[in-house]
Every structure is written in C-alpha cells, then in structure tokens.
C-alpha cells in the first residue's frame, strides 16, 4: 500500500524540526497537530494492539473511519509498535536518535517500566525535547493519579461557575482542559527549541490538564484573591463588566459588549433609551453589575422586538462590539472563518473528504494552507519512516513479523 504523499507546499517556522509524538487521544495529538501545521515533521508512533484510542471512538463515522481521530492527526505521518516487543523498543530508541522532540501522555512510570523513560532517551540523544502530559503535572501528590478533562475541570474549579444560577455543576461543552493542555504544550516546546538553540541541550517539558484548566480561570482567580470569595454560575455575563453577555432578539440571541463606559452609552443611544446613561441604577459599571437584573431586563425588553440580523446593523452603525451567538455550523461556514483558512480539506484513502479545524496561528512568511495531507491509517508510513531510519527491507519485514511493527494498512 502506497502512503499518502504530505503536500509539498507543506512548510512553516518549524520545518526541518521531527517530533516522534506518542501521545494519543486528545491533548497530546492536539499539540502534534499544532507542531505540524507549522511545519514539523510529525511521525504519530501508535501502540500496537489497536493503535491511537481515538479510533475506536466509533459515532461518528466517515465510511467506517474515526471523525474524532481524523480531526486532530492531519499532516502526520503514521508507523504502529508494539513497545512490549525488544526489538519494537530499538526502532523507538533509533528513531529519538535522529529526532527533536518527542511527546507522549501515559500515566507516569509507564515508558520507565519499558525502559524508555527520559534519562535513558537523553543518553541516546542530549538534544532531545520530552514532553510530557499528564492528569495533575509529574511532581505533587496527586502525580500519580489518571486525568480526563471532565475530572479536570470539575478540579479547577471551572465547573463550578459554569452554566446558570440554581443549577447542577456544567462543564464546558467542549474538551477546555485537553485542548489547552495540547496548545501549552505545544508553547512549552516551542521554548525550549529556541533555548536549545543557545545551549544545545535538549529537557523536559510538561504540563497538565489540571494547570491548563486553572489556567482559564483568570478573571474568577483575581476576584477570588481579592476577595476570598469563590464565583458562581452567572450563564453568558461577565462577572467584572456589564452588560456583557446574550440578549434575546426576535429569531435568536446576540453578544453585546458593553466592556468599558464608552461602549455602555453607545448601547444606550443604539437602543433608543439614552436616559439609561443617567439612571442610577445604571450609570457606572458598579451600578450595573449591582442591577444586572433589573439591566438585563431593560435591554430584552427593546432587542426581543427586533431580528439579530436588525440589531447587527444597528450595534455596527454604533460602533458597538456585537455578535450573533452562532451555531457550529454557521460559525464553520461564515465568510470570515473560511477566509481566515480556519477549515481545512484533505482526502483520506478510506474516509474520502475530510474537513477539519484550520490552524489559529498566521504567519507573514507562510502561507496558510486549505488543503492538508490527511490523517494516517494505521503504521501508513512505516517503510517510509523505517528506510529514512536505516532499516532495510529485510529489517523491515523481520520487524513486522515479530509483531513489533504493525503492516502498512491492516486497519484504518
């Protein structure tokens, strides 16, 4: 089975830098997928039996292919091991040897029981950067313990001022401590290659899903530290500024930013009530958040009247931060999201015609893809990666009938 090329307009900032990530699920492809788009050659090492765990996550399929495991491994190149295999954990220790980084989210200890741990990968190659993603960070008393960024965010605390008043705990709707976790990572890499660049050494990196979820708690921190006291739900308003949240309209909600006094009178002249600016219950931000109700209501009363399209136009003519709360598939589909490349195209041996999520992250010098090389199957590239390795053909077929290397192709 032939692999599928990578685009040869492929490049970016971290061209020439290759990444072995052995991460998988969520976090650590999240930052693989980040390395990679901006440029890295990233090879996805998949254990064997099974491969990545994402591929088994089976609603929804794209012709008998994992969407989750498609959305977060494009432009990666994919060989399968089975590191309980001797022989398995020699291809791994040779491919660290002529790589940057390599990645990797397993409870802690587990790649040192296989004798894989970072004092013995740093022997066979000082520059290398490890890093790791863990549940609650390698040092501390909780290090041992699993992490799923449900755990996560109930921990952090976000939970607990998610949602609306009166309310069971919610979390966000989408994976928050995963995906930042991924993103810190990614940061925490990027580092320390510009660091190696001066002193040639290579280290560990890591974070957690624990301090990536508490890393978004900014805003409830500050008040909390100043005050000793926790915030609770507050649905879509801010609990430092006002308003600043959805308001009903007609056909939907819209996002009104009142964050600072100017753009407070701006609504109040765009709404017809300029009188607002001089009641007392709403002329300075304290009024507001002291009546947010009683201002909630207010605005409801006029922005129920009218369509979001209505209040679009107004809000823009009046120079105020608006928006329409979006539903993924028009937030996916606008005009500005597609010309900012934030969907991306590929074409999959087996799923056919995959989107996925554009990078977030410009550069003057790079051009931003449309189109990506598409997800690996199984061990896609493992003749390829194995030859650029040193392995011959013989190598290779013995590697793969030890089991020590999975066969090009033999799943998804």
Known sequence: MSASPLPPSRSGPLHGIKVLELAQIMAG???GMMLADMGADVIKVEKLPGGDDSRGYREPLLNGVSAPFLVLNRNKRGIALNLKIDSAKEVLKRMVAGSDVLT???RKGTLEKLGLGYDVLAEINPRLIY???SGYGRTGPMADAPGFDLIAQGFSGLMSFTGHPNMPPAKTGNSIADINAGILASVGICAA??????????QVVETSLMEAAI????????????TGVSASPLGSSHPLTA???????????????GANQANWERIADALGH???KMDNRFKTNTDRMNNLDALVNEIERVTR????????AVFDAAGVPAGPVHTLAQALTHEQTLARAMVVNSKHPKAGHVQGIGHPIKFSNHTQPTESSPPPMLSEHAFDILTEFNYSKADIDALIAQGAVASPGLDQ
Do not use: M
């Not at 890393?215 to 100043?226: D, G, I, L, S």
């Open 29 to 31: 492809p999240t930052c």
């Open 131 to 133: 890093c790791a993603v």
């Open 215 to 226: 890393q978004q708690t900014y805003w409830q921190a500050a008040v909390y530290f100043a």
């Open 274 to 276: 300029s009188e607002w």
């Open 305 to 312: 009247s009218q369509t979001v399209a209505h209040w679009q």
């Open 243 to 257: 308003p600043y949240q959805a308001f009903a309209c007609a056909d939907g909600f819209i996002n009104i930013g």
């Open 104 to 106: 990797e989210n397993y």
């Open 193 to 202: 290659l510009v660091e190696r660049a001066s002193t040639g050494k290579g």
